[in-house]
């Protein structure tokens, strides 16, 4: 069965520090993998997303993720964080399947 | 137009009403799904329609009916609600690129539709 797992309910970083926010899937076949942002009483953003290629993936606002194969993981990362950057994130991971699967979600307190 | 449009954004309903909720996208995508989401939860995947037909069905209760009238317009139809059926509805759009699975692609939200059931 195909999975998500965000370990980690809330993760708290001050202004200017790097973050983290990690993510593990488990999926059959070759992995698609995004992280999307929630800013309270909105819908998800995209942020970035892993199909192949370059293990290091680029994306909105400075984000960034690394793709692991051998530990399946894909955190999330950004150099120095912002309050404005405080939402809940959440990944997610296609497979073989239509469904994307989603992780459970980790609210970001960046505080100033 | 890069947008996912939702209304009503905010909907309360008697457990005897009926009402749709709404979504359009002119993003030329033409997969378009139906999420509910309770507060600080995932997403939960409730429909998908492929080409305007119904791909995927979550097993969601009868009390919601999906209809896709074009390739823009999404529509869910709520009657005989129950309370928990209280949450955030969010529609999406996506591409469909060849014979790729659509968990290969990236979702647009909108900004959903927040239902209460009394």
């Known amino acids: 069965a195909q999975s998500v797992a965000q370990p980690e309910d809330q993760v708290n970083v001050a202004e200017g520090n790097p973050l983290t926010v990690k993510c593990t899937y488990s999926?059959?076949?070759?992995?698609?993998l995004f992280w999307y942002v929630q800013y309270p009483n909105r819908g998800l953003q995209f942020l970035l997303k892993?199909?192949?290629?370059?293990?290091l993936v680029k994306g909105s606002y400075g984000f960034e993720a690394e793709f692991n194969k051998s530990q399946t993981s894909f955190h999330l990362k950004k150099p120095s964080a912002l309050v404005s950057d405080s939402a809940l994130y959440f990944c997610?991971?296609?497979?073989?399947?239509?469904?994307?699967?989603f992780g459970t979600g980790t609210l970001l307190a960046v505080q100033p | 137009d890069t947008e996912v449009t939702q209304t009503p954004k905010h909907l309360v309903m008697g457990m005897t009403n009926k009402k749709s909720l709404k979504c359009e996208q002119h993003?030329?995508?033409?997969?378009m799904y139906w999420y509910k989401q309770k507060a600080k939860k995932p997403p939960e995947l409730m429909f998908v329609y492929s080409y305007e037909k119904l791909s995927i069905n979550e097993s969601v209760p009868s009390r919601f009916s999906p209809e896709c009238p074009n390739s823009s317009l999404l529509n869910l139809h709520l009657h005989a609600l129950q309370p928990e059926d209280s949450a955030l509805y969010l529609c999406a759009s996506s591409q469909v690129v060849g014979d790729s699975p659509l968990g290969a692609n990236v979702l647009t939200f909108g900004a959903g539709s927040r239902l209460t059931v009394l």
């Open positions: 999926v059959s076949g070759n992995p698609y």
């Open positions: 997610a991971a296609g497979g073989a399947t239509n469904k994307l699967i």
């Open positions: 993003m030329g995508h033409r997969a």
């Open positions: 892993y199909i192949t290629g370059d293990n």
